[in-house]
């Protein structure tokens, strides 16, 4: 099993900037990757929903809502990915998880799912 830890969410006015973490660990310290690594968001009242992926080659996608704004990167050294967000807007508050699917030599493959971080936009 992987597990995924977000950080880096808090309170920033609309027009601000925000970078979120996400590492990933597995469990007992065996080996693992993680081809692709993904942010979504769940506002209250509203189903979750995707934001940006990236995968171990680099290849990025973007929701349209965030293309232009948001940028996904990743660290493979470090199993971590990061969500640089710019020019917030009062619709980006929302709980932000990070997504890993995985493998490991067994092989055994998943998905896992961090407890998420909350990004509030405020004017």
């Known amino acids: 099993q992987v597990q995924l830890v977000e950080s880096g969410g808090g309170m920033v006015h609309v027009g601000g900037s925000l970078e979120l973490s996400c590492a990933a660990a597995a469990v007992s310290g065996s080996r693992f990757r993680i081809n692709t690594m993904a942010w979504h968001r769940q506002s209250p009242g509203k189903q979750r929903e995707f934001v940006a992926s990236i995968t171990i080659g680099g290849y990025k996608t973007y929701a349209d809502s965030v293309r232009g704004r948001f940028t996904i990167s990743r660290d493979n050294a470090k199993n971590t990915i990061y969500l640089q967000m710019t020019t917030l807007k009062r619709e980006d508050t929302a709980v932000y998880y990070c997504?890993?699917?995985?493998?490991?030599?067994?092989?055994?493959?998943?998905?896992?799912w961090g407890q998420g971080t909350q990004v509030t936009v405020s004017s």
């Open positions: 997504e890993g699917d995985w493998v490991t030599p067994v092989p055994e493959v998943g998905r896992s």
